[in-house]
């Protein structure tokens, strides 16, 4: 079946560095979307992404972040300058339209220093 | 905003004891309610989806329905497998772009 996959699936990073966070959503998908789950806390909605821009993004998704498709099967999130309270796990999802249901990948766990 | 709770937090079955678990929303112009599963470590995994009151939804020994303010996720004759943590998430109309409003989930575990 398919499946979303994201790497790496743990990234250590030191406090004010850049990190990007990598997902293949399922192929024939197109619409994509990132979500964060702090340990302990709800899942969080970062932002939707259709047809290479930004459908919609959360108050959490500020200018230190950034979405990017790349190419034909990837879809990236950069975070520009990490601060501690980035640590969490990352979860990328695609989708076929906006009502139907996201399949997630496994998640990056995202560890700031 | 858009809000969903979930309860109970967690939930102790012996195998075989059938329950269910509860989801409120509150929602404007709902266009669906989901279902997912979430094993320790691992990402949310899709169960259902419904999109209006009185639709149900069924695989294997789970039963997902939907009223005006609250979905149910029945478990019947549940089995050790079964335990894990079950989100529900709204998805709101409107100006909305397929975000989903996340429940904090229900911490299943099922005896043998």
């Known amino acids: 079946e398919p499946e979303v996959t994201q790497t790496p699936s743990h990234q250590v990073t030191q406090m004010g560095q850049e990190v990007i966070l990598r997902c293949v959503p399922i192929?024939?998908?197109?619409?994509f979307y990132w979500y964060r789950q702090i340990l302990g806390q709800k899942v969080e909605f970062l932002v939707s992404f259709y047809n290479n821009e930004i459908s919609e993004k959360s108050e959490i998704f500020d200018d230190q972040f950034s979405v990017e498709r790349p190419d034909g099967s990837n879809f990236t999130l950069k975070i520009r300058s990490t601060k501690l309270e980035d640590s969490a796990m990352y979860f990328c999802a695609s989708g076929t339209g906006y009502n139907q249901p996201q399949h997630f990948g496994d998640g990056t766990r995202l560890s700031i220093l | 905003e858009d809000q969903v709770t979930q309860s109970p937090e967690a939930l102790r079955l012996q195998e075989g004891e059938s329950s269910s678990l509860n989801c409120s929303y509150t929602v404007s112009g709902l266009r669906g309610l989901f279902w997912y599963r979430q094993d320790p470590g691992k990402g949310p995994e899709f169960l259902f989806t419904l999109y209006s009151a009185g639709e149900e939804k069924e695989k294997e020994r789970l039963k997902a329905t939907l009223t005006k303010k609250e979905s149910f996720l029945h478990i019947t004759a549940p089995k050790p497998e079964d335990s894990a943590t079950y989100l529900c998430?709204?998805?709101?109309?409107?100006?909305?772009?397929?975000?989903?409003?996340f429940g904090q989930g229900t911490i299943l575990t099922v005896h043998p």
């Open positions: 192929s024939n998908h197109l619409y």
């Open positions: 998430a709204s998805n709101a109309g409107g100006t909305s772009y397929g975000k989903l409003t």
